[in-house]
């Protein structure tokens, strides 16, 4: 299967990208991201699990519902949707940044959810930016402009500052890549709206109810995520922690094989069922083979 589907939510349409066969693993990226930070994961997994990445509302190629909000539990409810509109009867989710909070939040959700592995997690301890709480902030459409004209710049200034390791230079791809959650407007003042809603304490309310195979990695030289918050995370949930040297707050980028290794390493002892989409059409929003 290599296919790219859309599919409904309440709140719009979400694309996933489906590679490869086998038992499902649904990936999230962090909260500016979108599908292809997983690329280099993908690659290296495809050939032992239907590999389910997603773009976010707002970000990627999914649609940009203005009137929606994004908070976690917006979040998390647009997803669980996904996974239903999908057929995913069993996966594991794997989830990076932004991303790994709502992976908790589906585990806590749905029975479907059948192991975690949280990359660079947010945590319930982590700092909001001051300027994230600016009151106008998801309005400003003068900030929306300048931050899509000036996206390629920003993007390779936060990227260097603040997400990669200290004193690695941010490639051009990956600058394009991170670039095109704010390639216009709109999707800019999408994004703030995103940034706006974020609160990293509404994850205590989402912890899953029931003891999962969780996995938690963390980058050395992550500049965003502090180390002793995601270890104190991993042992609330009782999950094992890997620390991954030669890396930031990035790892799918960064350090693609050792976040494949560990995937695999949760996901397979599992035996989980291999991936049957929901066999419908794609006009009606269903998944279907390509």
């Known amino acids: 299967m290599n296919a790219v589907h859309r599919l409904r939510t309440s709140d719009g349409t979400i694309v996933v990208e489906a590679t490869g066969s086998g038992p499902a693993l649904l990936l999230l990226h962090g909260i500016s991201g979108n599908r292809r930070s997983w690329d280099g994961v993908t690659a290296r ?12 509302p707002a970000r990627g190629d999914s649609d940009i519902p203005y009137s929606a909000r994004y908070g976690l539990e917006h979040e998390v409810r647009r997803v669980s949707e996904l996974t239903q509109q999908a057929g995913i009867a069993s996966t594991v989710v794997v989830g990076h940044s932004h991303g790994a909070s709502i992976a908790l939040g589906l585990a806590r959700n749905l029975p479907s959810v059948a192991g975690l592995v949280l990359v660079n997690p947010v ?12 009151p106008g902030l998801r309005h400003s459409t003068l900030l929306a402009a300048a931050l899509s004209r000036f996206r390629k710049p920003v993007t390779r200034y936060i990227l260097e500052r603040r997400v990669l390791q200290r004193g690695r230079r941010a490639d051009p791809n990956l600058v394009e890549r991170y670039a095109a959650a704010y390639k216009s407007p709109r999707r800019a003042q999408a994004l703030l709206a995103a940034l706006s809603d974020w609160d990293p304490s509404a994850q205590r309310s989402f912890h899953p109810r029931r003891r999962l195979p969780v996995l938690v990695l963390a980058g050395v030289a992550d500049r965003r995520m502090r180390l002793g918050d995601t270890a104190r995370l991993a042992e609330l949930l009782g999950a094992r922690y890997l620390l991954l040297a030669g890396a930031g707050h990035a790892l799918p980028d960064e350090r693609p094989d050792l976040v494949s290794d560990a995937i695999r390493e949760l996901a397979e002892p599992l035996d989980l069922p291999p991936f049957e989409p929901a ?3 794609r006009n009606d929003g269903k998944m279907a083979q390509a």
């Open 279 to 281: 066999g419908r059409n």
């Open 45 to 56: 997994l495809s050939s032992r699990f239907t590999v389910l990445a997603a773009d976010l």
């Open 123 to 134: 945590t319930p301890w982590s700092r909001r930016p001051l300027l994230l709480s600016f």
